[in-house]
């Protein structure tokens, strides 16, 4: 049996001359660069089982035994994974086995699990090292120890089960039963059954055919709910803490969603066969990016299922090109197209890159945007004083009323941290608005503290949420202007879109430049930009702040994907005039490459930053050019 060293295997960057045949073995790969360029994940090839004889191999058999070698032990069809104290389980329902996989060495052998045919669908360790195996040829899940000897299984006969995934939590077994669209929880020693969790339905809490689940960090348990087309995270009792992801074909949705696993940075991974991809999520269900969708070379996918993370990086740190420094490995098991084990590298200092890539420092990408980032005193319990003064006992002092207005804006003044365009000082009950009575007023005016509930952050042990990190008194993140809806009435009449920038003397209104912008143009209406454009945020959450994407004919989606260079060169083709009409913001789509945000005679008329689209529907959703010369301009026919 020949062994290849997966670090030497992948760090020329070349295809190996193997990599298109059918025959098993490693498949080296190539990198992907989302996110402006910045390696985030890296796709460095497939494992398929222990490598093909040589043809030294061959002839020396031959020669010695009169046969050629065996052919050598290979994958079927992988459907579920698991670490064990860095080798890699694979679940494989085509021959009907469970393999252990070396990554270290590429080697591959069977698992040898009890006495009886099975057929494994699922694989789980638990902490001691025991191997539970989901195995629908006895409808349970079979618990082995090292030695492969059977110590409980996990079954029931009081109702329909037909389990699909199994996990420990704590000294609990959980399972999912696709068959009840709940989790059966047992007795992790005896095997007793001992509770459910949830029921059929798509409440929170609620499953539709519940699939695989991944421990995070804390403790809390994902579980993918596929037919409702999410994620849910529970706490260790079963309880609903938060859904990640929603039905939809762009990054972050997904259409048949399989398997989960969790970092140890606390990245979310969800495989989604639907959109053929893995689907990354930061803690709080923040899509990161996506990866692996068919035609992206060696770490391509088409019918994904299982999913494992290892913690030891696949590749040592400065073996691979440019600044790229593996922080741990990704396995995804592909059914179809040249079954095996997708493997992929995940970038060190992910949250670092993907914040400096998507939320960019004043001087990086827009040199007039000076918004510089302080650190937050809002959920250090030793940095009271920075709002405070302290009494003699070292408490702070509450802040007069009248006095809140002042110290928020001493920060959040556009400057040293990012200031809100809503209005402060107006009065808190009109004809057409209605402040909640329990929300605080400053002599019956708005102020910060109106909408912002600052309090929640004074215990001592108060920590960031993962969701309202401005602590609004009321919020929906899937509803932007919910908490607008508090005050104001229900229909569209109060509403002051930024989008109407102009008087009825054609004269430019600053007040709603600054919705968007740190400072008004310089510029009178009808004039060539003449400055940056100092935007309040990154550029696609200015947008979404009052937006929700829409539907998107690429499922991968167009917003802050870089563009391909064969894609760019279509768009300079007739010497950038195209380009100067379709913005990029460094190389990527954003929302306002295809959307033009300011109205008609903003800027001069004829000049690339005024363009519109002649057609009523288009020019109605600000299109920037008629939808098919619109798509056309990249994607040339």
């Excluded at 043809?55 to 992988?78: N, Q, R, Y």
């Excluded at 459907?79 to 591959?108: E, K, W, Y």
């Excluded at 995804?332 to 992910?350: F, H, K, N």
């Excluded at 420092?361 to 319990?381: E, G, I």
Aim: overall charge neutral; proline content about 7%; glycine content about 10%.
């Amino acid at each position: 049996m020949i062994a290849v060293c997966l670090c030497a295997a992948f760090s020329s960057w070349v295809n190996c001359a193997r990599s298109g045949s059918a025959g098993p073995g490693w498949q080296r790969g190539q990198s992907s660069y989302p996110q402006g360029g910045t390696p985030i994940v890296v796709a460095l090839g497939n494992f398929r089982g222990n490598p093909l004889p040589t043809k030294t191999e061959t002839e020396l058999a031959v020669f010695l035994f009169g046969v050629e070698p065996e052919d050598p032990l290979g994958l079927s069809k992988p459907r579920s994974l698991a670490m064990n104290q860095g080798h890699l389980l694979i679940c494989d329902s085509g021959v009907g086995a469970v393999f252990d996989a070396d990554p270290t060495s590429s080697s591959l052998r069977e698992l040898r699990l009890g006495d009886q045919p099975m057929h494994p669908v699922a694989v789980d360790v638990a902490a001691n090292g025991d191997r539970l195996v989901v195995d629908l040829a006895t409808r349970s899940v079979r618990r082995f120890d090292a030695t492969g000897s059977q110590l409980v299984k996990y079954s029931r006969s009081d109702g329909a089960f037909r389990p699909a995934d199994c996990l420990c939590v704590g000294a609990d077994v959980w399972v999912t039963n696709v068959a009840a669209h709940q989790i059966d929880v047992f007795d992790g020693s005896s095997g007793t059954f001992k509770r459910t969790i949830g029921a059929r339905g798509s409440a929170n809490g609620q499953f539709g055919m519940p699939l695989g689940m991944a421990l995070t960090p804390k403790g809390d348990v994902c579980v993918v709910d596929s037919l409702n087309g999410r994620v849910q995270v529970l706490n260790e009792r079963g309880e609903w803490l938060r859904n990640i992801g929603k039905p939809g074909n762009r990054a972050g949705c997904f259409g048949r969603p399989k398997d989960v696993a969790v970092g140890p940075d606390g990245v979310i991974f969800v495989v989604d066969a639907a959109s053929q991809r893995v689907h990354a999520f930061d803690e709080t269900g923040q899509i990161l990016l996506a990866f692996g969708e068919p035609g992206s070379g060696a770490g391509a996918l088409a019918m994904p299922n299982g999913i494992a993370v290892s913690d030891r990086p696949q590749v040592a740190d400065g073996s691979m090109r440019g600044s790229f420094a593996p922080a741990y490995s990704v396995y995804v098991a592909e059914q179809l197209d040249r079954p095996g084990i997708r493997v992929y590298a995940w970038g060190q200092g992910i949250e670092r890159e993907i914040a400096d890539a998507r939320r960019p420092a004043s001087a990086d990408r827009n040199s007039s945007q000076r918004v510089a980032k302080v650190t937050s005193p809002h959920w250090a319990a030793s940095r009271c004083n920075a709002c405070h003064s302290l009494d003699a006992t070292q408490r702070p002092k509450p802040i007069p009323a009248e006095s809140v207005n002042d110290v928020c804006l001493s920060c959040h003044d556009g400057e040293k941290a990012h200031a809100e365009p809503h209005p402060i000082g107006r009065m808190a009950k009109t004809e057409l608005v209605a402040t909640p009575a329990d929300w605080p007023t400053v002599d019956n005016r708005i102020a910060c503290i109106t909408c912002h509930d600052i309090q929640r952050h004074c215990s001592a042990t108060a920590q960031r949420p993962l969701t309202n990190g401005a602590m609004l008194r009321f919020f929906d993140e899937e509803k932007p202007i919910a908490l607008c809806m508090q005050c104001h009435q229900a229909d569209d009449g109060w509403r002051i879109s930024p989008h109407n920038q102009l008087d009825t003397s054609g004269r430019l209104k600053s007040d709603s430049c600054l919705f968007c912008h740190t400072s008004a143009p310089l510029a009178a209406a009808g004039a060539t930009p003449n400055q940056k454009p100092a935007l309040r945020t990154d550029p696609e959450r200015v947008c979404l702040s009052c937006h929700t994407k829409h539907w998107d004919y690429f499922p991968g989606g167009h917003v802050e994907r870089l563009m391909p260079p064969e894609m760019l060169q279509a768009l300079q083709s007739d010497g950038g005039r195209k380009a100067r009409q379709l913005p990029l913001d460094q190389g990527r789509v954003m929302c306002y490459t295809c959307h033009n945000p300011h109205e008609p005679g903003v800027f001069a008329a004829g000049s690339a930053a005024a363009a519109r689209a002649s057609a009523q529907d288009d020019a109605g959703v600000f299109l920037r050019m008629n939808r098919a010369e619109l798509c056309i301009a990249c994607h040339p026919k």
